[in-house]
C-alpha cells in the first residue's frame, strides 16, 4: 500500500505500470474484489458524472435559493460563436464543470470527487478530453483511478475536507487530481503526473471556504470552473517537461499545515471571507430570513 | 489511513449538495437507524460547529432524517425526508449548540419509541466519509464502512473471547476491535470491524453467549 505520492511514483515505475494499475491492484486487494467488480464500480461512477454533465450543459437547472444555475448553458452558448479566447477544450471543461456544480447545488444526483463542494473538476476536464481526443472507456475509467489515487494520499496525509482545511483541500485537491489523471490519458509518465499535481495544487494553497449562506454554490460552482482550467494548464505545464521544484507531498503537506491555521471563519462557517462582504450577508438574510451572524 | 478505498474518493454516489453536510449527514443518521434497529418514534439532533452554522443550506437536517428513515446517500426521497417523517407521524427536532467540537462537522443523534432509546455521536470527516465516537455514553472508533457489530455486555472476564472465538469458528475476520466500560465490573461495550459481512444466525449466537446483553449490526 503507497502511503505517499513518492511511494505511489515509485511503486508505478518498478513495476512499469501506469498510477491507475497501482490504484486498481490496491482496491482488489484491498477489498478482495475482482478486477472487474472494482472496474464496474468505477465504471458506475463514471456513467452518474455523464448524468450530471449532460444535464448541467443542456437543462435549465437552478437551485432552490436561486444563486446558481444555467451558467453551464450560458458558456456552452458563447463557445459556439467561436470568439473565445481561451480556446474550445478549455471553456469545454470549464462549462462542464460548473453543470456538475450547478446540478449538486440543485440537490441533483452526483458523485463526490473527492467531495460534492468539488465535483466539478475532474469529470469537467474528463468530459472536455473526450471530445478533443476521444478515449476508450477504459481510459476513462483509468482517470478516475488516477484522480483517486492522489486523492487518496492527501486525504490520508493532509485532508479533503473544506471544513477541516478550507477550500484548498477540496477544489485545490480536485485541481491536482485532475492534473495528474490528465497527464496519464495523455501519455505522460507518473513521475509527469505527480510534478502537474504538485504545479496544480501549489497555485490554490491558501484558498479559503467562505460559501455565502453556507450554501455550497457562491463561490464554489465558479471554483470548480478556475480549478478545470488550473488542471489543464498544470498538465500542459508538465507535460512540456517543466517540473516542480517542491516535491508533490511536500505541497501536500503545506496545504495541511496551512489548513490548520487558516481561521474558522474561513473554514465553511459562513463567518468570513465571501461570507462576510455586505452583498454575502444580504443574501443570506435574502434566503434564511435573517442573517447567519445575528442569529 | 482514515481513508482505505479508492471509492472514499472518487465517491459516493450521492444527492447535492455536500459529501460532508449532507451525505455524510445522511450516513451518520443511518448507522443510528441501523444501531437503533427500527423506525424510532422520535428524533432529537445536536449540531455542532459547521453543522450548527449551515444545516439549512447544505440540507443537513433532510440528509440526517433521511437517513434514519434508511434512506442512502443516493436516495432521492433524501430531498422531502422532514415531510416524510412528518406523514409517518415522527417527532422530530434540530438544536442548534455553541459548544465547541473536537471535530467542526458533529451531530448528536438521540432516537426513542416507547420500547427504548438511542444516543450516537457521529462526525463527518470530508468526502462523505463519517465516524461514530460515541453511543449511549460508550466512546468508540467506527468508519461505518465495514461491516461491524456492537456487543454490549457484562463487564466479566471471558466475554470478549466468547465473542472472538465464536466468530473464529464462523471464519470472520476481526479487523478493528475496541473495548470500553465506564465502571469496573459494570456494563461495556465491544466495537468490533470485521471483513465480512455477519449472517444473523451468529449474531443470534453472540447474543446467546454469557454475560452478552445485547448485539446490533452495521452493515456496509
Redesign the interface.
Known amino acids: 500500500?503507497f502511503?505517499n505520492v513518492a511511494e505511489l511514483v515509485e511503486l508505478a515505475q518498478s513495476k512499469n505500470k501506469p498510477i491507475s494499475e497501482i490504484?486498481i491492484e490496491?482496491?482488489m486487494d484491498?477489498?478482495?474484489n475482482t478486477r472487474e467488480e472494482v472496474y464496474n464500480?468505477?465504471k458506475?461512477?463514471l456513467v452518474?458524472m455523464e448524468q450530471a454533465v449532460e444535464r448541467g450543459i443542456t437543462e435549465d437547472v437552478r437551485?432552490h435559493?436561486g444563486l446558481t444555475g444555467g451558467d453551464a448553458v450560458l458558456l456552452q452558448d458563447y463557445m459556439k460563436s467561436g470568439n473565445s479566447l481561451s480556446g474550445h477544450t478549455m471553456l469545454d471543461a470549464v462549462s462542464k464543470a460548473i453543470a456538475t456544480n450547478e446540478?449538486?447545488?440543485?440537490?441533483?444526483?452526483?458523485?463526490?470527487?473527492?467531495?460534492?463542494?468539488s465535483?466539478g473538476v475532474?469529470p469537467g476536464t474528463l468530459f472536455a478530453i473526450r471530445e478533443k481526443v476521444n478515449p476508450t472507456e477504459e481510459q476513462m475509467v483509468r482517470y478516475?483511478?488516477t484522480?483517486?489515487?492522489f486523492?487518496?494520499v492527501v486525504?490520508?496525509n493532509a485532508?479533503?475536507?473544506?471544513?477541516?482545511g478550507g477550500c484548498q483541500?477540496e477544489v485545490g485537491s480536485a485541481t491536482g487530481?485532475a492534473a495528474a489523471a490528465i497527464v496519464e490519458l495523455m501519455g505522460g509518465t507518473p513521475e509527469q503526473s505527480s510534478h502537474a499535481f504538485a504545479i496544480a495544487l501549489k497555485n490554490m494553497l491558501g484558498l479559503v471556504c467562505d460559501?455565502v449562506?453556507?450554501?455550497?454554490?457562491v463561490p464554489c460552482v465558479k471554483r470548480n470552473a478556475m480549478g478545470a482550467s488550473n488542471a489543464l494548464v498544470a498538465a500542459d505545464m508538465s507535460l512540456a517537461g517543466i517540473t516542480s521544484r517542491i516535491p508533490c507531498d511536500e505541497v501536500i503537506d503545506a496545504m495541511y499545515k496551512i489548513g490548520q491555521t487558516m481561521p474558522?471563519a474561513l473554514?465553511?462557517?459562513?463567518?468570513g471571507g465571501l461570507a462576510a462582504t455586505p452583498t454575502g450577508r444580504e443574501l443570506e438574510a435574502k434566503?434564511?430570513g435573517v442573517s447567519?451572524d445575528r442569529? | 489511513m482514515k481513508f482505505r478505498s479508492v471509492f472514499d474518493i472518487i465517491g459516493p454516489v450521492m444527492i447535492g449538495p455536500s459529501s460532508s453536510h449532507t451525505a455524510g449527514a445522511a450516513r451518520i443518521g443511518r448507522v443510528a437507524r441501523h444501531l437503533f434497529g427500527r423506525e424510532p418514534k422520535a428524533i432529537t439532533v445536536s449540531l455542532y460547529g459547521s453543522f450548527a452554522r449551515t444545516y439549512k443550506g447544505h440540507g443537513t437536517d433532510v440528509a440526517l432524517i433521511g437517513g434514519v428513515l434508511d434512506f442512502d446517500t443516493y436516495d432521492e426521497r433524501i430531498v422531502n425526508a422532514l415531510t416524510i417523517a412528518k406523514e409517518k407521524k415522527i417527532k422530530v427536532r434540530f438544536t442548534e449548540e455553541d459548544a465547541v467540537t473536537d471535530h467542526p462537522n458533529t451531530a448528536r443523534i438521540h432516537l426513542s419509541d416507547e420500547k427504548g432509546e438511542l444516543e450516537l455521536v457521529g462526525i463527518s470527516i470530508g468526502g462523505g466519509k463519517i465516524e461514530v465516537i460515541e453511543l449511549n455514553g460508550f466512546a468508540l472508533g467506527l468508519s461505518g464502512n465495514s461491516p461491524a457489530i456492537l456487543v454490549v455486555h457484562n463487564d466479566r472476564f471471558g466475554a470478549i473471547a466468547g465473542v472472538s472465538n465464536t466468530l473464529a469458528k464462523h471464519e470472520i475476520n476481526i479487523g478493528h476491535m475496541n473495548v470500553s466500560r465506564k465502571e469496573k465490573g459494570k456494563e461495556a461495550l465491544m466495537t468490533i470491524e470485521v471483513d465480512q459481512n455477519i449472517p444473523q444466525v451468529v449474531l443470534d449466537e453472540v447474543e446467546s453467549l454469557p454475560n452478552i446483553i445485547q448485539v446490533a449490526k452495521i452493515s456496509d
Not at chain 1, 449562506?213 to 454554490?217: P, W
Open positions: 500500500m502511503r490504484m490496491q482496491e484491498f477489498r478482495g464500480q468505477m458506475n461512477n452518474v437551485s435559493s446540478v449538486n447545488a440543485a440537490m441533483g444526483t452526483i458523485c463526490a470527487t473527492p467531495t460534492a463542494g465535483a475532474v478516475l483511478f484522480s483517486g489515487a486523492g487518496f486525504a490520508n485532508s479533503i475536507s473544506g471544513a477541516a483541500a487530481m460559501p449562506a453556507g450554501l455550497v454554490e474558522s473554514r465553511e462557517t459562513a463567518q434566503i434564511f447567519l442569529k
